[in-house]
């Protein structure tokens, strides 16, 4: 790792927070005849993640698509050119975020950004990188933004969140006999799409949720929180929070004496860590897992994990740094199906040749009018002693979902 590259691991955003939206402007394009980002021996990669702050066990994503292309480099790079990773913290604050990418695009001038976590993190940005053409593959974050309508710059892979939402219900009515659901959200697109995604889902099977409950991002104290969940009467709750939201609601919940099933988002599929920081009331929790477990004997999640022991052998190698992995695979592949004359259209181009393409996670197809790759996703439930078992294959869950974003975006 470079000094530069170290500096951006840490921070390194300070001087510009007082950047706001307001303030953004399209980046100066290239010389002629040169690609941004793109040189005889290098091409610039970027993203952002929160390292610190509300959401910073998240920011194992970003260090997990950093180690992805350490690993890619030790292999001698694509197509002979090696990658130079730039990755910033924005703390889970959009205004930093802002911050943050300005300085990608227009003072270290990447190529492309993969695997930028957050979904108002990604919303505040996303028109600024459409218009300063910078390739986008891989937000991490399940809201339908990014692909619907197909947007040319952008390839999400990430399972929607409102297709968890109807596979999770699915699976507690179906499959648990569970009859009184209730959900716990972040109050934002993220948590939102969760909720509208449940109540429909419920309204197919004839029922409703019975408590929906919302928690702010600065939120410390979940006690009335849970106290509310218990007095719904449900026997399920379906939860889209972040780590430590779901932490402190697990510890409300558990001094309630309430004890019912969890179902959760995919954002809370590292079970071992989360096992561990609510010391063992994760177990028996059931989630949507949109990539090999992290104790999979899986080719590729096998292949990772000793990259990350070599690589950064202090890392703890769970599925939200493999989830960086993961979010990196389809940029790269596009990469190498790009060749050597390697320019924006190029990449656009070799992208929307993967149909059916597989690396960690279920297939992924785009094309020119697809920039969804996947909406599969599997079952899991955690057993003792943090690790992971599968309960189902990858499945979908059938719902139209332009229908559904109407009637999310009808609520918002």
């Known amino acids: 790792m470079n000094q530069r590259d170290r500096r951006s691991r840490f921070g390194g955003v300070t001087a510009l927070l007082i950047l706001s939206t307001a303030g953004l402007s399209c980046a100066a394009p290239p010389d002629e005849g040169a690609v941004r980002g793109v040189t005889d021996s290098t091409i610039v990669i970027g993203t952002f993640s929160p390292l610190t702050g509300p959401a910073a066990l998240w920011g194992a994503v ?6 992805y292309f350490d690993m890619i480099n030790e292999e001698g790079g694509i197509h002979g050119r090696q990658i130079e990773f730039i990755l910033k913290d924005d703390a889970y604050q959009p205004s930093r975020t802002v911050a943050a990418v300005r300085e990608m695009v227009e003072r270290d001038g990447v190529f492309a950004v993969t695997a930028g976590v957050g979904t108002a993190s990604n919303r505040a940005v996303l028109d600024y990188l459409q218009e300063n053409e910078v390739v986008v593959v891989s937000p991490a974050t399940g809201a339908t933004h990014w692909a619907y309508p197909p947007k040319k710059y952008v390839f999400a892979q990430y399972t929607p969140y409102l297709d968890e939402a109807a596979v999770l219900v699915d699976y507690a009515v179906n499959d648990l006999g569970k009859t009184r659901i209730a959900v716990i959200y972040q109050n934002d697109d993220f948590g939102e799409s969760g909720l509208v995604g449940a109540e429909l889902a419920l309204a197919k099977h004839g029922l409703s ?3 929906a409950v919302s928690v702010e991002v600065p939120d410390t104290d979940l006690n009335s929180h849970a106290v509310r969940l218990r007095e719904s009467g449900a026997d399920a709750v379906l939860a889209w929070l972040t780590p430590r939201h779901a932490t402190i609601i697990h510890g409300a919940v558990g001094r309630l004496g309430y004890e019912p099933q969890w179902l959760v988002s995919s954002v809370l599929a ?4 989360m096992y561990e920081l609510t010391e063992g009331a994760w177990e ?9 477990l ?5 080719p590729l999640t096998e292949k990772y994990r000793q990259a ?6 202090d890392e703890r190698a769970g599925e939200f740094l493999f989830a960086g992995f993961r979010y990196s695979e389809p940029l790269a592949e596009g990469l190498r199906r790009a060749g050597r004359d390697l320019t924006t259209e190029s990449l656009i181009a070799a992208l929307e040749t993967l149909d059916g393409w597989v690396g960690s996670g279920p297939p992924i197809t785009y094309g020119p009018d697809q920039r969804q790759g996947t909406r599969a996703m599997f079952l899991a439930r955690t057993i003792e002693g943090g690790t992971a078992e599968k309960l189902t294959d990858w499945i979908e869950s059938g719902i139209d979902i332009e229908a559904a974003i109407r009637v999310l975006e009808g609520s918002q």
Not at 62 to 67: H, I, K, Q, Y
Not at 294 to 298: C, E, I, L, M, P
């Open 62 to 67: 970003g260090r997990g698509a950093e180690l």
């Open 308 to 313: 990350a022991a070599r690589l950064a052998p």
């Open 284 to 292: 028996g929790v059931i989630f949507a897992a949109i990539g090999q």
């Open 209 to 211: 949720v019975v408590e």
């Open 270 to 273: 590292d079970s071992d860590l």
């Open 294 to 298: 992290a104790n999979s004997d899986h």
